[in-house]
């Protein structure tokens, strides 16, 4: 089983293993089996503060035709049913809602008629609900949306600067790298990004490794309220691309990249020993 945690730590909850999150509406998170789809599992969070939140909004949802109290291990939650037809193939949509203090999570599951929803109340089983000022530490979780979004766009606004600059787009690993030291003392990189330079670089380096390091993965560390993209291989966290340059990128000026990027494959080569 994978483990998701929510941005902010609203909640987490563990997933199977051949399932994958995809990109929804916003503060909505889908998951399901892309080889072989079962259902898909949605959820998302509504916080107040009142202390009394969730049990007024499982009361509203009570409201619903058709709605019920229903036990998912150790929730308490509001269950209803919609069945609709799409192509001929008539589907249901199972909604459970749940209150827990400040905070309400709603969680609905698509499956074709008839299918066993095991998987959807073994996820709401699992759930864990989090109040204001609560948090998860030193977590690290399947690289969720929300960072493969943000490592995609650094990677493309340090690409374009590199064309920008000096027409140069990334081509093979030794060239990308060679690049890169090139832009990192350039006054108009700290200039269009800001504090987030050395993030920005961090993460393009860490991306051009993936992209060339069989083995190495992306994840989402979750310790507090720092919630950021690293690089493991394994079981071991090889690079935190948000430190490399320095919190806020005050290291750029000096950086030597092709020795960051031999500590961190020495790394890599020490985890696999």
């Given at each position: 089983?994978?483990?998701?945690?929510?941005?902010?730590?609203?909640?987490?909850?563990?997933?199977?293993?051949?399932?994958?999150?995809?990109?929804?509406?916003?503060?909505?998170?889908?998951?399901?089996?892309?080889?072989?789809?079962?259902?898909?599992?949605?959820?998302?969070?509504?916080?107040?503060?009142?202390?009394?939140?969730?049990?007024?909004?499982?009361?509203?949802?009570?409201?619903?035709?058709?709605?019920?109290l229903q036990k998912v291990a150790l929730w308490e939650t509001v269950y209803t049913a919609e069945t609709f037809t799409e192509q001929l193939v008539e589907y249901v949509t199972h909604r459970w809602t749940?209150?827990?203090?400040?905070?309400?999570?709603?969680?609905s599951y698509t499956a074709q008629h008839g299918e066993h929803i095991g998987t959807a109340n073994a996820i709401i089983a699992s759930l864990e609900i989090m109040q204001p000022r609560e948090s998860f530490h030193n977590q690290y979780i399947p690289v969720r949306v929300a960072e493969v979004e943000l490592i995609?766009?650094?990677?493309?606004?340090?690409?374009?600067?590199?064309?920008?600059?000096?027409?140069?787009r990334f081509r093979d690993f030794d060239y990308n790298i060679c690049l890169l030291?090139?832009?990192a003392p350039r006054a108009e990189l700290t200039r269009q990004l800001g504090?987030?330079?050395?993030?920005?670089m961090g993460i393009t380096l860490c991306a051009l490794l993936a992209e060339s390091i069989e083995g190495l993965e992306w994840n989402t560390y979750v310790n507090g309220n720092v919630e950021a993209p690293v690089l493991m291989y394994g079981d071991t966290c090889v690079a935190r691309p948000m430190l490399l340059f320095g919190k806020?990128?005050?290291?750029?000026?000096?950086?030597?990249?092709?020795?960051?990027?031999?500590?961190?494959?020495t790394r890599i080569a020490e985890s696999a020993c």
């Open positions: 089983m994978k483990k998701f945690i929510a941005p902010g730590s609203w909640f987490a909850f563990s997933y199977p293993d051949t399932w994958f999150e995809f990109s929804e509406e916003p503060d909505c998170f889908l998951f399901y089996n892309p080889e072989k789809w079962e259902g898909n599992f949605r959820i998302s969070a509504y916080r107040d503060t009142s202390a009394s939140f969730g049990d007024k909004m499982m009361r509203d949802a009570l409201k619903a035709p058709g709605a019920r749940i209150g827990y203090g400040q905070t309400c999570v709603e969680c995609e766009s650094c990677y493309a606004t340090v690409e374009e600067l590199g064309m920008k600059l000096f027409k140069e030291q090139k832009l504090s987030d330079v050395g993030a920005v806020k990128g005050e290291m750029l000026a000096e950086a030597d990249v092709a020795k960051i990027v031999e500590d961190i494959r």
